[in-house]
T-cell receptor
Framework: EAQVTQNPRYLITVTGKKLTVTCSQN?????MSWYRQDPGLGLRQIYY???????DKGDVPEGYKVSRKEKRNFPLILESPSPNQTSLYFC?????????????FGPGTRLTVT | SQQGEEDPQALSIQEGENATMNCSYK?????LQWYRQNSGRGLVHLIL?????REKHSGRLRVTLDTSKKSSSLLITASRAADTASYFC?????????????FGTGTRLTVIP
C-alpha cells in the first residue's frame, strides 16, 4: 500500500530536549516536505527536499533541521524544542512532475512542548 | 504571501444539499489542488486543475478555475454526513517551482444528517 508514515504520532516533551520525528514514504517520490498546522494559520511549510541531499527552507524553518540521506526518509529534528513549537506536524511527498505533484500526507504527529 | 484564502471559513448544510467553497490566491500558478482533512488527520488529495483548464469533475466533485480572477470553487453535490471535514485549496507558484504548495486556512464543512 502506497503510504507516508510518521513516528511518533503523539509526543509530549520538555523544553530543550532534542527530538526527532521520522517520516518515510514507499512511493519512490523525489519531493518531500514538512508542514506544521496551527489553528487559524493553516499549513505552513517548514522544510522541503527535491531529492537526496537536497533540502531547502520553507516559510517557518527556525528551530528545525532536516536531512535527506535516503530517498524514502526525511526526518525532522528539533535540537532544542520550545513551547512555541507545540503543533500538529505533517510530512508529505510527491512526484516532481508539474501537473502530477499531488502530495501524499502522513497521519500527523501531535507534539506538545512544556 | 502566495497563500490561498478559502471562503467561507465554516459552512453547515443538510445532507443532500450542495456545498460550495471558494478559494482566492494572489500569484500566477501552474495548477490548483483541493484537499480534504478529517479532524486531526492527514490531508487527502481530491482533485487537481491545471491553469489552462476551466472546469474539472470527479464523482460528486466539481472544480472551476478562473485565472483572470485568481479564484477557484469546489462544489460537492448531494452531500453526505461523511463529507464533514475541512477542505483546503493549495496553489503552486510559477516563481517558486511546481512542487511547493501554499495552503489556505481551510473551510470547515459540517453536513447534518
Amino acid at each position: 500500500e502506497a503510504q507516508v508514515t510518521q513516528n511518533p504520532r503523539y509526543l509530549i516533551t520538555v523544553t530543550g530536549k532534542k527530538l526527532t520525528v521520522t517520516c518515510s514514504q514507499n512511493m519512490n517520490h523525489e519531493y518531500m516536505s514538512w508542514y506544521r498546522q496551527d489553528p487559524g494559520l493553516g499549513l505552513r511549510q517548514i522544510y522541503y527536499s527535491m531529492n537526496v541531499e537536497v533540502t531547502d527552507k520553507g516559510d517557518v524553518p527556525e528551530g528545525y533541521k532536516v536531512s535527506r540521506k535516503e530517498k524514502r526518509n526525511f526526518p525532522l529534528i528539533l535540537e532544542s524544542p520550545s513551547p512555541n513549537q507545540t503543533s500538529l506536524y505533517f510530512c508529505a511527498s510527491s512526484l516532481l512532475a508539474s501537473g502530477r505533484n499531488e502530495q501524499y500526507f502522513g497521519p500527523g504527529t501531535r507534539l506538545t512542548v512544556t | 504571501s502566495q497563500q490561498g484564502e478559502e471562503d467561507p471559513q465554516a459552512l453547515s448544510i443538510q445532507e443532500g444539499e450542495n456545498a460550495t467553497m471558494n478559494c482566492s490566491y494572489k500569484t500566477s500558478i501552474n495548477n490548483l489542488q483541493w484537499y480534504r482533512q478529517n479532524s486531526g488527520r492527514g490531508l487527502v488529495h481530491l482533485i487537481l486543475i491545471r491553469s489552462n483548464e476551466r472546469e474539472k469533475h470527479s464523482g460528486r466533485l466539481r472544480v472551476t478555475l478562473d485565472t483572470s480572477k485568481k479564484s477557484s470553487s469546489l462544489l460537492i453535490t448531494a452531500s453526505r454526513a461523511a463529507d464533514t471535514a475541512s477542505y483546503f485549496c493549495a496553489t503552486d507558484g510559477k516563481q517558486t517551482g511546481a512542487n511547493n504548495l501554499f495552503f489556505g486556512t481551510g473551510t470547515r464543512l459540517t453536513v447534518i444528517p
